[in-house]
């Protein structure tokens, strides 16, 4: 049975190529991940990706998605889709990638891209080339189980640096932002 390193990253699929967005809750991987989507990208996650430690092939997880407060003026048209969460603290939805566009989980793909999601937003979107040093310690602090695997995982995560493109996305307009990525996804 394979191990799996855990990432809190959210990822589509396009020409057989994974593209990853690593960052802390509320940086925005859901956001993009159903902008992407919608805009017809296979799915991975909006928020879990699997690394297959033999393979370093991306896995899709099958939760919904889940959106907050903000998608309900950025996705009017997946509204009657929309499931309350029930949470307390703030609106929320899930949303079933199945009801938007059914068989639109993607399969296992090896990574090409690594987009590193900036906190600070406003003004321009801008998307930059970063080193692998800065890529590899923004996984590493994203892992959710890396004291389970270690060295395996720590190997894993070198290899997935080592052939992929790198990136760091400050977000600015969704829209802008979404022209941005789709540039690296073809």
């Known amino acids: ?11 589509v699929v396009n020409n057989g190529g994974a593209t990853l967005f690593v960052g802390p809750s509320g940086a925005g ?16 996650s909006d928020d879990e990706v699997w690394i297959d430690t033999a393979s370093a092939l991306a896995h899709p997880t099958w939760r919904s998605l889940l959106l907050k407060e903000s998608a309900w003026d950025l996705f009017p048209g997946h509204r009657a889709s929309f499931v309350p969460t029930g949470a307390q603290d703030c609106r929320s939805w ?3 990638p199945d009801r938007v566009r059914p068989s639109s989980r ?16 406003g003004g321009r979107a801008t998307l930059s080339p970063i ?7 923004r996984i590493l602090t994203e892992s959710m189980n890396f004291p389970e695997v270690r060295d395996t ?6 290899r997935v640096v080592r052939s992929a493109r ?13 022209a941005l990525l789709s540039g690296i996804l073809s």
């Open 131 to 137: 080193g692998q040093t800065e890529a590899l310690t």
């Open 166 to 178: 790198l990136f760091r996305l400050t977000k600015g307009d969704l829209d802008e932002s979404a």
């Open 106 to 121: 993607a399969a296992p793909a090896p990574v090409r891209n690594v987009v590193v999601l900036d906190a600070s937003t």
């Open 153 to 158: 995982g720590l190997s894993t995560l070198v």
């Open 29 to 44: 991987k859901s956001t993009l991940v159903v902008r992407l989507f919608t805009d017809g990208y296979p799915l991975l």
């Open 94 to 96: 899930w949303l079933d």
């Open 1 to 11: 049975m394979s191990e799996f390193c855990r990432l809190h990253a959210g990822g």
